[in-house]
């Protein structure tokens, strides 16, 4: 076998379906478009349309298969909604990846019922029922890859965690719940864990240039993430060569969580 045979048999996604959730800026982005480079056939789903079309247009010039759906992922409805308008594009993904999430963190003392209700619906619900909307139909076809971005806040408390390490910490473990019931039929669920990555959805904190720094310091690497540090990482994971792989936490954090 050729070099480029073996790679392409452990990493190449052609002929397979993705759904990437939140996938039009940040790590989602990069996500999606690590998928389809390297071969997938990728339906970006987010709210804002600009952005969508812009993050498509990309892909497609670049030669890639990628199509957008608008979507409010806070309520049922409208996750229900963007489920069934993703699977008529390219139909049933093989490859959901759970990216899309809120990031309200006022004071522990200050989270009401609306903060954790909105909360839990796009971090953790949304999730839960596309997994449940792809998850099955992935098991019945004996090929699935479900990965969720969660959150070092998943595992340790700091810059007010509030709602959002909760909804995180239970997303991990629905990862694992997911892989007990589905890895049997070759479906694996894994998460990855980012460390402090410069994205919009933390453009709140990235202003305060001394947090940014020390953030950075305590990396191994000496720098805080980009986004474009998770493509290597999400083709491993939806690809064949992770056939191996479920219920984990791989951490892409530049060694933040172990220093």
Known sequence: MS????????????????????????????????????????????????????????????????????????????????AEKAAAVYGEPDILVNNAGINLRPPMGEVDDEVWDRTMAVNLEAPHLLSQRFGPGMAARGFGRI???????????????????????????????????????GVTCNTLVPGFVLTPLNARLQSDTEKIGALAARTMIGRNGLPEDFAGAAVFLAGRGSAYVTGQSIFVDGGFSVH
């Open 147 to 185: 990965i969720h971005v969660t959150s070092q806040q998943a595992h340790r408390a700091f810059v007010d965690s509030g709602a959002y390490g909760v909804s995180k910490g239970a997303l991990e473990s629905l990862a694992r719940s997911q892989a007990e019931a589905w890895s049997p039929h």
């Open 3 to 82: 070099p480029q045979n073996y790679l392409s048999e452990l990493f190449a996604l052609d002929g397979r379906v993705a759904v990437v959730t939140g996938g039009s800026s940040g790590i989602g982005k990069a996500i999606a478009g690590a998928l389809a480079r390297a071969g997938a056939s990728v339906v970006i789903v987010a709210r804002r349309e600009a952005e969508l079309v812009a993050a498509v247009d990309e892909l497609t010039a670049d030669g890639c298969r990628a199509a957008w759906v608008s979507a409010d992922l806070g309520t049922r409805d409208g996750v229900r909604a963007a």
